[in-house]
């Protein structure tokens, strides 16, 4: 039937692609500061709405805007 065969993307078993990118990253931080894999992991199961940045979970305009005043550098 001449289908056309489309590379798969999806299994990450091609180079080059953002999963591999990923894989590499992370564990070069583990390397780098040990046990942050695992604190990325107990973050991803310890998420509330009002993390999510989602307006229509959490009343983000209602919280307002706090603008603390800057410290002026010291005149010569």
């Known amino acids: 039937m001449n289908f056309p065969i489309i590379p798969c ?23 780098a500061l ?12 310890n998420v509330r709405p009002s993390h999510l940045m989602d307006p229509k979970l959490f009343d983000f305009a209602g919280l307002g805007l706090t603008i603390l005043p800057t410290k002026k550098p010291p005149a010569d």
């Open 34 to 45: 040990p046990g942050r894999r695992d604190a990325m992991v107990r973050a991803l199961g």
């Open 9 to 31: 993307d999806l299994c990450g078993s091609q180079d080059g692609l953002q999963r591999n990118a990923m894989k590499s990253m992370l564990e070069g931080l583990e390397l």
